[in-house]
């Protein structure tokens, strides 16, 4: 059986301000109705003899990653929760030391969750011929067959012909300047790295020992940790920091003797850039990729999403990407829009933190968004799930009142518990023990209004949490 291994890490920081550090792109609806991350999910669910995905994770993406499968109706053959950030090698040897445990014999496919494929036939059709190979004990990647010079993506140069339209690899290269990089389109032979992967598990386990043994001996001892926690798995911290931090392509793929290539041409992009998804997206007759509230005179060539806060207009511009969210907006040249990571880097000096978090956060039992803020206070506007409930909590320096707009909501504060009502309010007195709980059908949303002389998400004492949060 084929089982799908998806890597949802990553922060795609040149996609801000829409992708942030609490909500990268793979979980953004970027085009479509669903994420990148569900549609990855949607892909390898529809292929053939496949089992449940297992999706690896950062900790603080868990109950986002739960929750997009929920919303797509795709069974969670494991979530694997990354301690820190290791690159794709030790990755996916925790799934492949999972997959092991669970079928000695299965056959991973290693797909990021934050590309785009438009043709799935040619996708499953090289899955297909990629999985002959790997039961010949070939470790397959995917090349996609070049449509311009790409300066952005590494190549692949194949080598002899092995069959079932694959070959063998004859070398890895780095991005390459625009000049080699027209060589390598020219020449027939070459393929960007999709850093799509198949092959066996217990393959790639021989590899690690033979090529790469201390990321091996890290994910076995981190593993060997591994506990459950809800619907999620927690692996040894200190043993999988102590994991070398390399990619796949360093310490197996350019280094063994086994690692063969697919070519494919199935529409392929990892929306790397702004200019990247306008590229893919569909536009109109004068270039134009609109989301949201867009007025626009004289423009071409340009991708201009709004918020939904409120309008743009733009008048006599071309060739621009203009991204409105609530709390920054992005106006950039689209030949420019690979700098848009400085401005992160800027943000990070800056101690800012409008590269981590959106204004609007979420939360696993649903979210709030910050609608205003000054030196001693903050309203918010909070959302809580059918079935959500706040962690028990107190604070020290701040106090809380907090009115229902719709729904019905339990509260807890101190020794009362009691229900609130659209247009009814309470008050949370500082230091008091509380928690709001929504035991009906329907969303319960409120206005909390926070005063203090502190206000920051530090300032949370849990005292019970049914997510397991401390």
């Avoid at 598990?201 to 926690?229: M, V």
């Avoid at 911290?237 to 041409?265: C, G, H, L, Q, W």
Wanted: aromatic share 8%; charged share 25%.
């Amino acid at each position: 059986m084929l089982h799908p291994v998806v890597l949802s890490g990553g922060s795609g920081s040149r996609l801000w301000p829409l992708s942030r550090q609490n909500q990268p792109k793979q979980f953004l609806s970027l085009i479509g109705d669903h994420s990148l991350f569900q549609e990855t999910l949607l892909r390898a669910n529809a292929l053939p003899d496949t089992g449940a995905p297992v999706t690896v994770c950062a900790e603080d993406h868990r109950f986002m990653v739960g929750e997009q499968l929920q919303g797509i109706g795709v069974a969670n053959g494991a979530i694997l929760l990354e301690p820190s950030a290791r690159n794709t090698a030790p990755a996916i040897a925790l799934a492949a030391l999972h997959l092991v445990g669970e079928d000695p014999s299965a056959t991973m496919l290693v797909l990021p969750a934050d590309h785009l494929i438009e043709d799935v036939e040619a996708f499953r059709d090289a899955v297909a011929r990629a999985t002959v190979l790997a039961e010949q004990d070939w470790l397959v990647t995917f090349g996609i067959t070049p449509d311009y010079p790409e300066t952005g993506y590494g190549y692949i140069a194949r080598g002899d012909a092995l069959g079932e339209g694959g070959f063998k690899v004859s070398r890895f290269v780095e991005k390459p300047d625009l000049a080699t990089a027209e060589g390598y389109v020219a020449a027939g032979t070459y393929a960007w790295n999709s850093g799509m992967f198949l092959f066996k598990a217990q393959r790639y386990l021989d590899e690690l020992q033979t090529l790469a043994p201390g990321i091996l001996a890290a994910a076995r001892a981190a593993y060997a940790k591994a506990s459950r926690d809800l619907d999620f798995i927690r692996v040894g911290k200190e043993e999988f920091a102590a994991s070398p931090n390399d990619s796949i392509d360093y310490a197996v793929m350019e280094k063994t003797a086994r690692a063969a290539v697919v070519p494919v041409s199935c529409g392929w992009s990892d929306i790397g850039s702004w200019s990247s998804l306008w590229a893919v997206a569909e536009r109109d007759d004068d270039g134009n990729r609109y989301d949201g509230d867009v007025i626009s005179v004289d423009t071409r060539g340009s991708l201009v999403r709004a918020s939904d806060r409120r309008m743009i207009a733009t008048i006599g511009v071309e060739d621009l990407v203009i991204v409105d969210t609530p709390d920054a907006t992005l106006v950039a040249r689209k030949d420019r829009v690979q700098d848009v990571k400085t401005i992160v880097d800027k943000l990070k000096q800056a101690g800012r933190q409008e590269h981590l978090f959106h204004r609007k956060v979420y939360r696993p039992w649903g979210n709030y968004d910050s609608i205003d803020m000054g030196e001693r206070f903050q309203v918010k506007r909070i959302e809580v799930k059918p079935g959500g409930v706040l962690s028990l909590q107190k604070h020290h320096k701040r106090a809380e009142h907090w009115i229902v707009v719709s729904g019905v909501a339990e509260v807890t504060c101190d020794d009362k518990v009691f229900e609130l009502r659209e247009n009814e309010s309470t008050y949370i007195p500082l230091g008091s023990v509380h928690r709001l709980r929504n035991r009906g059908t329907e969303p319960v949303e409120l206005i909390e209004v926070q005063s203090g002389s502190y206000l920051g998400e530090d300032d949370i004492v849990r005292l019970e949490d049914v997510y397991g949060r401390s």
